[in-house]
């Protein structure tokens, strides 16, 4: 019997740097996240009393100016040295040709597979064979898998391959390859890399994504972290995930179905805030909240934006301090009546908001919006403009600040038209 640990995308020392525009967010809790990510790998394979560790590719994320990210590794394997501990890994597309990887001497206890074709490294003492090819260039859209050798008779074959596979959303179509491409080899465990979502892509044979160790943004919400393998009598007996991050990222709900009064708006948001927390098992937390639901509520919430994410910060802020940070609030709620009433009425006032809600999502639709966009990269700092979250490049964050306004405007005009 002996373990062994596959995981991927570790990205080195890509701090979470979008979160360093805003000033609120928890510099303590991001700083070296990734960093102490690999530690706690580190720590577990030392535990665990692991044969080898496996490293699917994107150890880091790109190149660097300075040689302290090589150095931290170098650390780190020698902390596994020390215990006769192996690590095994293939370059992916983030970290192919790196100038730290060539620049540095690989650690003794480490084994770097080429990118010129596939390797196989037999571990006689367990009866292993891993197989693998690393990136050698960034850009990579043949298929690798296929030049993967048969299963060597009476071994434990393993693959190592950065693919995406047969594709998967939000991920460039590296190395791609098909399931039935893995299959036909023979080998008993599929070791992948590239996809950032933890994934058991099969059981027979075990294909596996492990996703990255350390979530960087609010699209790598949940648990990340490794897989820990147990083989016996030259078969899989248990695969367990292993969570490793530091920070969690979570998008948080809440439900204001009927909900009629700020006071109850809060009291969800409480509550949903919460139960994040609980799920998080200790780890600080960065969330964005997100509105739902029908509500009498919605125009009041919609007409004062700025208003209600600062009520929604302070009440973070007051159930876990600095152990929450709320990267955005969203406003996704319904109105339940009012402004179909309105829209329905040829006043003044219906046909106006006939006209908001008329405006185009598109930004290329809209007259005049690209000239007010060049205004505002005149006035915003170009720091603020590089975050997610105004990406002024960006069309889908475009469009969503175009929503924003409307229901913004929507819910002012109906909120002063009430109050009459």
């Known amino acids: 019997m002996f373990k062994f640990i596959h995981a991927s995308d570790v990205h080195l020392d890509s701090p979470l740097r979008g979160l360093s525009h ?25 535990e665990e009393k692991v044969s080898f560790v496996l490293l699917a590719g994107d150890l880091y994320d790109g190149d660097w100016k300075d040689y302290s990210t090589g150095i931290f590794f170098s650390q780190q394997m020698g902390r596994l040295g020390q215990h006769n501990i192996s690590v095994f890994t293939v370059a992916g597309n983030h970290d192919a040709d790196n100038r730290i990887t060539k620049a540095l001497a690989s650690p003794a206890n ?5 990118p010129q074709k596939v390797e196989t490294i037999k571990l006689d003492d ?8 690393s990136f050698g260039t960034q850009h990579i859209y043949e298929n690798l898998a296929a030049g ?50 933890r994934e058991f892509v099969s059981k027979d044979p075990w294909i ?13 919400t949940g648990a990340k972290g490794c897989v820990l393998v147990t083989v016996e009598n030259g078969a899989v007996s248990d695969v367990k995930s292993v969570p490793l991050d530091v920070l969690r990222w979570a998008l948080c709900p809440v439900d204001l179905t009927d909900v009629a009064e700020m006071r109850e708006v809060l009291d969800c948001a409480r509550k949903a805030i919460e139960k994040e927390r609980a799920s998080a098992e200790g780890r600080p ?28 910060k302070a009440l973070g802020a007051e159930i876990a301090g600095d152990d929450l940070w709320i990267e955005r609030v969203e406003n996704a709620t319904v109105g339940k009546r009012d402004l179909n009433a309105t829209l329905s009425d040829d006043a003044a006032l219906g046909k106006l908001l006939k006209e908001i809600l008329a405006t185009p999502g598109h930004p290329d639709e809209i007259d005049g919006l690209n000239d007010v966009i060049a205004d505002l990269r005149q006035k915003i700092p170009s720091e603020a403009l590089a975050n997610s979250v105004l990406n002024l490049d960006d069309n889908r964050t475009v469009e969503r600040l175009v929503e924003e306004a409307k229901k913004m405007l929507v819910g002012r005009l109906l909120t002063v038209e009430g109050a009459k």
Request: glycine share 8%; charged share 20%.
């Open 22 to 46: 805003y000033e609120s967010a928890p510099a303590a809790a991001i700083r070296n996240a990734c960093r102490r990510a690999f530690e706690n790998l580190v720590a577990l394979a030392i």
């Open 110 to 114: 480490m084994r770097l597979l080429s």
């Open 126 to 133: 367990l009866a292993v064979a891993i197989h693998g090819q």
């Open 148 to 197: 993967f050798p048969t299963a060597e008779k009476g071994m434990f074959n393993i693959g190592l391959l950065h693919t995406s596979l047969d594709g998967r959303e939000g991920h460039a179509p590296y190395a791609p390859c098909s399931i039935d491409d893995l299959k036909s080899k023979g080998y008993p465990y599929w070791a992948l890399g590239h996809i950032h979502l």
């Open 208 to 220: 596996v994504f492990p996703g990255c160790i350390q979530g960087r943004h609010i699209r790598e």
């Open 285 to 312: 937390i960065a969330t964005r909240i997100r509105f739902e639901g029908a509500t009498p509520m919605a125009n009041t919430l919609a007409a004062f934006p700025e208003r209600l994410e600062q009520q929604i």
